[in-house]
């Protein structure tokens, strides 16, 4: 049931990290993907790494404009929803600049891709499956983020207010809440004592991989989810149910 053939994806945020690896495995399950994101050189990099008629587009989520544009053509069957930025710092010297940047990408982007993907399907009639990435710093919290939770907590709470809106129309609205995932970016951090010390703290007492996301993104985005909507789904290594 997690057969993607003839379903066209799109993946924002997906030059590197998570969103390109969420492309990579919709395309190997047969989803014509794009990838949307705003370093059009690594995303044609990308494009060539996947193939299977994969395809790129420029996007800017903070941008209204670039996303109608995005949006423009053919309804999108599956939509995950994954740009994202952070500030890392602690609350009284995050500036409003910061504040509204992180805001601007990670919730009201969200919304707006989420928007933008919704009009075309109920337009065309086809239902379909947006996944939101939100986090587990979305339904508890952690130092000196208060920006990112604050984001990623509006992003599960939206995603179970489209969910109730969309759901007569045919379209499921999850969101998917990572935990501590291993990737180039945060790969010498997690090596560090402060790292090491940070883990400690997961139950399963490791970091979790990508590949470990795979199950619970196919779940969602394909026709093994169809009687899922307005569910979150953590991924976390038990993180969540550790003793405060």
């Known amino acids: 049931m997690t057969d993607l053939t003839g379903k066209r994806a799109i993946v924002t945020g997906a030059s590197g990290g ?30 060539a790494g996947i193939g299977r008629g994969a395809s790129a587009v420029s996007l800017d989520v903070t941008d209204p404009e670039s996303v109608a544009a995005a949006f423009s053509g053919p309804a999108y069957d599956i939509v995950i929803n994954n740009a994202g930025v952070t500030v890392d710092g602690p609350a009284l010297k995050t500036s409003e600049e910061d504040w509204g940047r992180v805001i601007d990408t990670d919730l009201t982007g969200v919304f707006r891709i ?45 995603t179970k207010s489209l969910a109730l809106e969309w759901a007569r129309h045919g379209i ?6 990572p935990g501590y995932i291993e990737t180039d970016l945060n790969r010498d951090f997690f090596a560090s004592d402060a790292g090491k010390s940070l883990i400690k703290r997961v139950p399963q007492r490791r970091l ?12 969602l985005a394909s026709e093994a989810g169809s009687f899922m ?6 991924v976390d290594g038990g993180h969540l149910v550790s003793s405060l």
């Open 18 to 47: 998570l969103g390109l690896h969420f492309a990579q495995i919709l395309a190997t399950h047969g989803a014509e993907v794009t990838l949307a994101a705003r370093r059009r050189e690594k995303l044609e990099a990308a494009v």
């Open 114 to 158: 989420a928007q933008a993907a919704a009009r075309g399907m109920t337009a065309a009639g086809t239902g379909g499956s947006i996944v939101n990435i939100a986090s587990i710093l979305g339904l508890r919290v952690a130092g000196n983020l208060a920006a990112y939770a604050t984001a990623k907590a509006g992003v599960v709470q939206m």
């Open 172 to 177: 499921r609205v999850n969101a998917l809440c």
């Open 208 to 219: 979790g991989q990508m590949s470990e996301l795979d199950g619970p993104l196919l779940l």
């Open 229 to 234: 909507t307005g569910s979150e789904i953590a």
